[in-house]
């Protein structure tokens, strides 16, 4: 009895699977766990930052009381908003959060690029590494937005 009939065909003959779907990404996850990876990948890159940023202001400031404890608040500063980016990546219906958080980073932002001009060289890798850290967040946390906001309205 023929194979075709009971919906059973030899490889040779079997159709092809078509183009690979955009939902899938190159590695062999989807696209939406690869986005939350990054996410908190961009918030550990921040803690990151903070760290040493304080391991700089210690070696920097050491003997200098008041300059030292200003440029650890810096750190705190960077540390607290990587923090608020973690827990954000975590709680995708929590717009309060979203909105904390991208206020945030774009203050970051602005942080950054103002130490690049004090220091005379805005393209200095500190300044643009936490700039575009923090621009990278914003977008997420813009994303966490417009998601949650679908939501609600479903």
Known sequence: MPLAGHGLRPTALRRRAGRPQLKRDPLGGNAEDTVKVLDR?????LVVGGLLHALGSWTAY????????WALSGSLAALLLAALNLLRAGRPQDRPLAWVSLGGCLAWIVVSVSFGRVI?????????????????LA???????VRASRQVAA
């Open 41 to 45: 990948v961009l918030g550990w890159l």
């Open 62 to 69: 050491r003997n200098a009381p008041p300059e030292l404890l």
């Open 120 to 136: 005379g060289n805005v393209l200095d890798p500190r300044a643009v590494i936490h700039a575009l850290n923090a621009a990278a």
């Open 139 to 145: 977008v997420m946390s813009w994303r966490t937005l």
